[in-house]
Every structure is written in C-alpha cells, then in structure tokens.
C-alpha cells in the first residue's frame, strides 16, 4: 500500500536529508528519501488547448500526490517520452526512484536531468548522495559543490556537503564551515547539527593543541 501520508508531505518541499543527533558527530547512514519537487503550471486555459505533456505531467503530480509511485513514474516517463526537453520531469522520476531504491534509475535520470539543465540544483544534489553511498567520494563532493554553484541558498546541499566533508573525508574546518552556512540558511532551527557544530569545534581545538 502507498503511503500517502509521506507524499502529501512531500509536495511542497525537497529535503534531500533526515538527519539525526549524536554527541560524536552526524550519523552517515541517516539519509531519508527526497522528496519530488513539482512545477504546478500549465498552458493557460484562454489559449483553448492544453498541451498533452502539460496535462500529464499535472496527472502525474496528482498521482505522486496520492502515493501512488509506480504510475506517477509511468507518467513522469510518457511526459519525457513525448517531450525530452521536460526538465523537471526527469528531477522529479528520479527521486521517485529512490523511493523506489532503484538507485541507477534515479541517477540515470538525474545525469538527464543535468543535460536538460546546467543549473539544476536539485538533481546536482541528489546525484551525489547516490555517489556518496556508492563510495564514489569525489565525484559527490564535485556535484554538492554543482548543486551549491547553482543555488546558494539550497540549505539542505550545505548540510550534505558538510557531512561528506565530516565523516567520509575528514576535513573538519572545511565540515565546519558548511554546517555553520547550513544553520545560518535555516535561522538555526536544526538542534543536532547545533550539537555537531560545537562538537566539532572542540575536535579541532583538540587537533590544534595536540598539533604543537
């Protein structure tokens, strides 16, 4: 059974990770499923004739909005099929893939995603947390730094740039750094990343002292 609860939450915002406390830093296996982002409009009505692509991509939104992934997949997939130049089709078929679990289907979809658009924060982010989780360090460090070029602003690449930095690659000041612009994007509301913020700050006094 779908879980229609999760999508109609889904709708609104793309958070790319749930994430939780821990006194020694941020947990590497807490990323939660992102979330579709959606583009609502559509040929205006006084033009008397509403594009096919557009009126299937509105069904597949409503679909994604009822839980219903496999057909709003179908449909995401007819939309690129009848105009490849979608781009927010192939964002959104992505993430719905990784609800799915199907990881080389979503980044397939999100490389697609970036052909369409240089400047597509989104799928810059959600293709390196698939890197990330296939080890593949660089080339996710490459595409947050992709997904941040491209909106600065986009909090949530701050945060998984930071744990990448963190945890997978050990470069605590440059760690620190993005989560400091993490909380600063989200008027410090996220109380662990709080946490992980004075804890690093610690491990580095530490590292410096034992340093000289």
Not at 73 to 82: D, G, L, N, S
Request: glycine share 4%.
């Amino acid at each position: 059974m779908p879980n229609n609860h999760i999508f109609k939450n889904l709708i609104i915002v793309v958070i790319s990770s749930g994430l939780f406390a821990c006194q020694s830093g941020p947990q590497p296996q807490a990323t939660a499923p992102p979330e579709p982002q959606i583009e609502t409009k559509i040929e205006p009505a006084a033009q008397q004739q509403v594009a096919v692509e557009d009126l299937l991509y509105q069904q597949a939104i409503q679909s994604t909005r009822d839980g219903d992934i496999d057909k709003a997949i179908q449909q995401f997939t007819k939309v690129i099929q009848k105009d490849p130049s979608t781009k927010q089709a192939y964002t959104n078929l992505g993430l719905l893939y990784i609800h799915k679990k199907q990881n080389e289907e979503a980044k397939a979809a999100f490389l697609n995603a970036i052909k369409q658009d240089k400047n597509d924060a989104i799928a810059y982010n959600h293709l390196a947390v698939l890197q990330r989780q296939q080890g593949e360090f660089k080339l996710a460090l490459f595409n947050y730094y992709k997904a941040i070029n491209a909106k600065p602003d986009y909090a949530n690449a701050h945060l998984n740039l930071g744990i990448l930095l963190d945890i997978y690659l050990q470069d605590l000041p440059k760690a620190l750094e993005q989560y400091e612009i993490y909380q600063k994007l989200t008027d410090h509301k996220n109380e662990s990343v709080e946490k992980w913020i004075l804890d690093m700050k610690r491990r580095i006094e530490t590292d410096s002292g034992n340093s000289k």
